[in-house]
């Protein structure tokens, strides 16, 4: 009993030094660490602590320290609302936010309790400060990255036909973003669509669809999915003797996809919103400190890239003396081409505008790794905002 | 209670009453004073626990009622909880007050609920969830892809619920609203039970044939079930939509389903006190068990990584030992307690 009691008050004791301590700028952070999504949530919530960290070392933002909150709220919407309402009760300023299901969910709360929200969901429509007047992100959305791989495609096409293209998508808001602005895009390009074909996140063949596809004979091939459902379709066009080129998407293409689909990954294309790990930009010599030199997947620097980016905008926030969420927000529509130590092309993001570049990396894929062939920047055209 | 060392029942009635003493009466009055006065002293985020409890309740108490008395498994709730969130959703974004488009959403939902009940008069057991499990995908690939009614996959923004002009738009306001219609689901479906429609229901669930050679109406019944317990679920699926303010197809997935039959089973299935406790539990499971993990990482780093992992494996674990060791749900044990205490120093 007595033990007990003296690791309760030990509890109390650290909670409440916890809360003496200096005024610092609350952060919270929502993560999926043991969800459907935790393959890739779990690396970029160690990149967004570890950039915590870093300028938590370097003394904080004007001598201000960071503290964060962190809930794992395993990609079920309830869990990241009364995740949300925790940190909101505690009083956080900004929020790191994670995929699809929890940014969709808290548009309007962040909107209402002017927060914003910086998360890795990439969905078009967040881009509209008319639809969404406290998200942001640090990567092109889903829609201009398909775009930029198109033109990519487009542009480095040297037969006198029309070049077939096909998608193949999981039946899932996060799949389901970016066709129709591809679709349209291929078609004002001058591609040929040949096929569109539904691979769920969880199947484990890919078969039939693939067979359909292949009688089309398309020269390239979206695959919108998440990294085992892209292994699966890689996996059974290699097996079918399928000679398109197949342009995986940022949620599909990383380390664990190298790994996972072996060979069959060799001449694919991968799109990537950041460096990855071990390129040669200042940034990383910094991650590279923090982790020990051990290798981290794409997207923890991603992760790291968006809190040093809101901490940009929060230090300009501070300059003007206005450590609040609409402070933060728009010290954030005033960034014009910040680089963020070179591990993403330079962030600007408009009161009217929240598309924070229109560039993509396009990643050769192979078994030893990924290498970049080119960086497609798109032109920021008003009529593909939100779309 | 003068003099006397018991209760006894001289009428059906009596029996029947929702509240049999004095002492119950004025037990859960005090309840819900404090009920009603605890959001003040609580955080936001402990209000909002309490809306998401609220509106737990009504979509257990409504499964309940179809699973659990009338005996018709139903895969497909978390689906009509998703019907009722589309509907009001629609009619409120169309200009629509709040209350007839939670009604309207109530309706619709029971419309829905009682097409897919037909089956239920051919189908029992495992194949009636079968077809219920259908609705529960067809229904979703509707929300889905009747993208210029529903959104698809971006969803539907809203806004909070606003009645004769006064907006529940923080937690605090909200939990009143979520709390009557908790507190009027619960009564609603108490009050079935003790109808004669409820009595049918218990009979269909115990055995159907008997039912039948009683002179209960099989199908009409069985619809009435589905079409009650789809109405209250879209009434939960309209504050909910309302209440988070955003809804898309990806929160009305099977699992959602799930989730509702696992908080009727760990209640006790066919008690309404069940489902109310069912719904408290599976709603603060995973909240306490990320401040478990929460705090156990201050203390050893390494430990918590594995503990999150495996949360969902103690979620299950737990399901498990309920239906191994209280099969009869929360509900008994509450009755167990209650008895305890009752019987104090004599405990047999």
Known sequence: MKRLFQIVSLFLAMSFLGGMAQAEIKIGIISDLSGATSDVGRPYADGVKDCIKYINEKGGINGQKIDMMQIDYAYNVQQALSAYNRMKSWGMVALQGWGTADTEALVRQVARDRIPNFSASYSAHLTDPEVAPYNFFIAADYSTQLRG???????????????????????????????PAGKEYALELGFEIVGEENVGLGDMDATTQLLRLNRQKPDFVWVGGTISSTAVILKDAQRLNMDSVFITNIWGSDEQLLSLAGSAVN???????????????????????????????????????????????IRIAMDKGELNGPGIRDAARTLRDFDPMGLTPPISFYPDDHRPNMSVKLYRLSQEGMELISTETLERRADWLGK | MQGKCGLFFTTYAKECQVFHTDFQKSTVALFFL?????????????????NLINIAVIGAVSLNLLTGSCGQISLGHGAFIGVGAYATGICTLNGWPFLPALLFGGATTALVGMIFGIPSLRLKGIYLAIATLAAQLILVYIFMHWTSVTGGAIGMGLDPPVILGYSFDTDLKMFYLTLFFAVSAVLIVKNILRTKSGRAFVAIRDFHLSAESVGINLFRYKLQAFGVSSFLAGIAGGLWAHYTMYINPEQFEIGLSIQYLAMIIIGGLGS????????VFLTLLPEALGIVANLLSGFFPDISTYFLAMRDGIFGLILVFFLIFEPDGLARRWQLAKSYFKLHPFAH
Not at chain 1, 169 to 175: D, E, I, L, R, S
């Open chain 1, 267 to 313: 001449g694919h294309i991968g799109l990537q919103t950041s460096v990855i790990y071990g390129a040669d930009v200042p940034g990383m010599e910094i991650i590279k400190e923090l982790t020990n030199g051990r290798h981290q997947m794409t997207h923890y620097v991603r992760g790291f890239a968006s809190m040093y980016v809101m901490a940009e905008a």
């Open chain 2, 272 to 279: 309404v006190i069940g489902s109310v406790f069912g719904a």
């Open chain 2, 34 to 50: 404090v009920l009603l006065a605890a959001p003040f002293f609580l955080s936001s985020y402990q209000v909002s626990l309490l």
């Open chain 1, 149 to 179: 791989a198109l033109d990519y495609l487009y542009s480095t096409w040297d037969k006198d036909r029309a070049p077939r293209f096909a998608l193949v998508y999981p039946n899932h808001p996060y799949g389901l973003a970016p066709i």
